[in-house]
């Protein structure tokens, strides 16, 4: 059986839903145990947590499930497709575990505003988390009316390198139809980014509406407040695609990225290949190619310290976790239990 297209009109399901009994739709908002799910008939609320879902994936927002009815519980998400992209980052609350942000997105977007400055470290773990889905990375600059000064839209420039930046502002319409023609109706785009950087103003004036709650800003340090408290999936206007906004990211953990970490930082990783030692880390190694280039004025030293304290937590990370699953082969345990956590 193949899935047709979602009652908006604007995504495709799974090719084959197999032998999987249920209606089929897609999870457009997840709130702590239960989930809306857009189905053909319409917006439904359903239990979403995985023990009731009799599911090992808890679903996230974008997911592509089927919906059941069970005795005394009423809907439930009975069964999680496989995702084709996901947006994840380590658990806050739990280092060793996954949290999926966002499943099924086209294009993840980085959002920031141009009223504040940007540390680089954090644009660069931002777009890590980017690479890492699967889908598409950009970078979306807001409240250009506002900007403080020219470095910030520089320095973003220059460390998301071929990544594309879109400069917009909710009074600008030319960057705001810039951003319309990158997407398409069958695909989604994901907002990924700090407190009022403008990700809930942006979908605002995307869809024409006061859609979405704006929060105020701090003048002191241009700082913003939690207004979007969940993941939602929102069609735009005019057959634009789908966007998802999602609260604001304050920690940036970063979960099995070593290839998108290569990505972002690939001037680095071709210079590691002339280091003498193979398992050189680019501290105080003798033949170190990238130190060289810092000493000859050609890298950024920082940036370097950056790259070395992102492949460690990595190593650290990557470590753990292999201890952890030969700690439950030996007891029998679940890893499965810790994927999909929202």
Not at 314 to 342: D, F, N, P, Y
Request: aromatic fraction near 2%.
């Amino acid at each position: 059986m193949t899935a047709s297209l979602d009652p908006w009109g604007r995504s495709s399901g799974p090719a084959d839903t197999g032998d999987h009994a249920g209606v089929l739709g897609r999870v457009v908002r997840v709130d702590r145990g239960e989930c809306d799910v857009m189905t053909a008939a319409g917006r439904v609320r359903v239990l979403s947590d995985s023990q009731r879902a009799q599911d090992e994936i808890a679903p996230v927002t974008g997911d592509w499930v089927m919906v059941g009815e069970e005795d005394g519980l009423g809907d439930v998400v009975t069964h999680v497709f496989d995702r084709t992209t996901q947006v994840s980052r380590r658990d806050p609350a739990e280092r060793d575990l996954e949290q999926v942000l966002a499943a099924n997105v086209q294009s993840v977007a980085v959002v920031h505003g141009l009223d504040r400055p940007l540390p680089p470290g954090r644009l660069e773990r931002l777009l890590v988390l980017a690479h890492n889905s699967g889908a598409e990375p950009l970078v979306i600059l807001t409240k250009t009316d506002a900007a403080l000064d020219d470095d910030t839209e520089a320095i973003v420039r220059s460390v998301a390198r071929d990544i594309p930046v879109l400069t917009t502002s909710t009074v600008d319409p030319g960057g705001l139809d810039q951003l319309r023609g990158r997407l398409a109706p069958s695909e989604t785009l994901a907002l990924i980014g700090a407190s009022g950087v403008g990700k809930s103003s942006l979908v605002n004036a995307l869809v024409g509406e006061e859609l979405l709650e704006i929060g105020d800003v701090r003048e002191s340090d241009a700082k913003g407040r939690h207004t979007t408290t969940a993941r939602e999936l929102i069609p735009l206007n005019d057959d634009a695609g789908l966007i998802l906004d999602t609260p604001g990211i304050r920690a940036i953990g970063l979960w099995e990225a070593e290839h998108a970490l290569d990505l972002v930082f690939g001037d680095l990783e071709e210079l590691a290949g002339a280091c003498r030692f193979g398992d050189c880390v680019h501290d105080t190694e003798p033949g170190c190619a990238i130190r060289a280039a810092v000493d000859d004025g050609e890298v950024d030293e920082h940036r370097v310290d950056r790259y070395r304290a992102l492949v460690e937590e990595l190593a650290t990370q990557r470590a753990r976790e292999e201890e952890r699953e030969r700690r439950e082969q030996k007891g029998g345990g679940r890893r499965g239990e810790r994927r999909g956590r929202r």
